[in-house]
């Protein structure tokens, strides 16, 4: 057995130029909204000291992303990929600019914070469907697997670089050179995806809809595709139940006692054990029941996410997120390639909307529900439900869901 089986598989990158600018790209985006999402949790911490409204900046964020996420699958059904992801990456600039402006007055506003999220989340949801939809026509299907793992080592590489760097010019330069440096990143971003082809959706065998019968179809072939129904409610109860995210301010400050750098550290975590994971993963494109793997990868999740509970030194928080990013991405692996694989051309862009949909309102909610809980019951009591929840939840799937535990990436060809 080689020993290269297990390292990450690099041929995409190689093989398709349009693949590197669409993968630096996105490499960029996910570096730069790591560090916003810093910057902007630890001001609010600072203005609230409120890990609820923490909370709300997901909140914030994901309801219009959610809009604009159906919008953007059906959108990007319809008409070229590549413009939709550099002009909706474009009007992202306005959200940093506004995060920017808002810092340097004398009294920065909650209320203008929660905006500028707000603004951010509806250019990303239009934005990510188009690249997901795209990536089949870069790489071609055979090289989803591989694909999704680079596409993973850049979210956690970004993910570890983005927060630990927030946090430490957050504590050095300043809050508005943190901003600064985003609003830098962000200007990048449209002009490396402008070095794309044009990317037209394949035409499919059904007619030309309009945008709401074009949902439906979307929301009818996942809702009738086991498969992809199982493959988001365990995504969705996960985070849901185990997203701890919004309690790392206040982890630093009040349970670590170690402020801002402490906060970087603690979100750069999961980043770190997830790009490991994605580093290792060339193992992924040679496991035949790639629905198991994700049960075992969300049930680890969830422990990771309760052992957090069990000690309060930064050294033990820190291997229980690296712990949960790495069980996080094995998943998104799996999940991302038997969706793409099992999802034909002409559906990619509104199952992909779909699918962050569920993402972006998992998360926002994931941590509404920890911050409340937090509130009632204190942090760490916090992380030990949702976390053994989520575990109970995946360890439900395996034993009932026959169709989840035994599922094989080369079941069928997409659906026609």
Request: with cysteine; proline share 6%.
């Amino acid at each position: 057995m080689s020993v290269r089986r297990f390292f990450l598989d690099i041929s995409p990158l190689i093989e398709s130029r349009a693949f590197r600018f669409a993968y630096f790209a996105r490499a960029a985006t996910v570096l730069v909204t790591g560090m916003l999402m810093v910057a902007a949790s630890v001001q609010l911490y600072d203005l609230t000291k409120s890990s609820v409204a923490v909370a709300f900046l997901n909140v914030s964020m994901a309801t219009p992303m959610v809009l604009a996420l159906i919008a953007g699958g059906v959108l990007s059904d319809r008409m070229d990929r590549r413009s939709l992801m550099v002009w909706s990456r474009s009007v992202y600039i306005l959200s940093v600019l506004l995060f920017l402006i808002n810092t340097l007055l004398p009294n920065p506003q909650v209320w203008l914070i929660y905006v500028a999220a707000a603004i951010g989340g509806a250019a990303g949801g239009i934005s990510v469907p188009a690249m997901m939809s795209a990536t089949p026509a870069l790489v071609g299907r055979d090289k989803l697997a591989a694909a999704a793992a680079l596409s993973g080592l850049a979210m956690q590489l970004g993910g570890i670089i983005g927060p630990a760097l927030a946090g430490v010019l957050i504590s050095g330069p300043g809050l508005i050179f943190c901003y600064v440096i985003v609003l830098c990143g962000v200007i990048v971003t449209p002009l490396l995806l402008r070095a794309l082809p044009p990317l037209p959706p394949q035409a499919g065998k059904q007619p030309q809809k309009n945008a709401f019968q074009s949902l439906r179809d979307g929301l009818a072939f996942v809702a009738s595709h086991p498969l992809l129904r199982a493959l988001l409610l365990i995504d969705l109860a996960a985070l849901i139940l185990a997203t701890p995210l919004a309690l790392m301010p206040e982890w630093g400050d009040t349970i670590l006692n170690m402020g801002a750098t402490a906060t970087g550290y603690l979100y750069a975590a999961p980043a770190v054990g997830a790009t490991l994971a994605a580093l290792s993963s060339g193992w992924c494109r040679q496991v035949s029941r790639p629905g198991a793997a994700i049960v075992l990868a969300v049930l680890i999740w969830g422990l990771a996410v309760a052992a957090l509970s069990l000690q309060t030194t930064l050294w033990w928080a820190l291997i229980c997120l690296a712990i949960m990013g790495a069980a996080d991405t094995i998943s998104k692996i799996m999940r991302m390639a038997l969706v793409q694989h099992h999802t034909p051309d002409y559906l990619l862009g509104r199952v992909s909307s779909l699918w962050m949909t569920q993402y972006s309102l998992g998360q926002a909610l994931g941590n509404m529900q920890m911050g409340y809980l937090s509130r009632l019951l204190g942090p760490a009591i916090a992380v030990a439900v949702g976390g053994l929840a989520c575990a109970a939840v995946a360890g439900g799937f395996g034993v009932f869901n026959q169709g989840l535990r035994s599922a094989r990436k080369q079941d069928g060809p997409p659906h026609a």
